[in-house]
């Protein structure tokens, strides 16, 4: 099959960003956890510290702490004993280009912010914030400047830093 467009700018921007190339293939496996209550046993399955993690959520003035305690307790669980910062959280935003909602990066972030600090610190250290647009960044994904595109370079600069990638 012909190269993914999509991976190809990322994979330009880290050969620039670290001097280094990237393997020619570099499997991912994409895993989106459904929130029914049904599936809560299976996903610690599919967990591990060699993970980018995503945590999403939609900046609606709903921020539901206890859900998100239930998978920043997952993602903890799997990093006790480990001090390197290796393991990423990627917290992610949508919705962006949607005027009802907030725009200002730490009006947007402050729950997810508040409830780390208090509970998460470790959780915080690794985390990095990203506000994706939902119509826009989509109807453009080869722009590797766009919100989506930005998101899409660092999970991939994350995994190529997990141990056994090189």
Known sequence: SPPDPNNRFAKQALVAAHGQAIPERL?????????????????????????????????????????????????????????DLSTPVFVVATHKDCAQLPQDHDEVFAPFIELAKEEYPMLLKRSRFFHISNNQDFNNTRDQYSSIGKLRTAIIEAAMMMPGIR
């Open 27 to 83: 499997t991912v496996s994409w895993w989106d956890f459904a929130g029914q209550e049904v599936f809560y046993a299976a996903h610690s399955l599919f967990l591990s510290v060699n993970c980018v993690y995503l945590v999403v959520f939609k900046p609606d003035g709903m921020f539901d702490k206890d859900r998100y305690r239930m998978w920043l307790n997952e993602i903890r669980s799997r990093l006790v004993g480990r001090d």
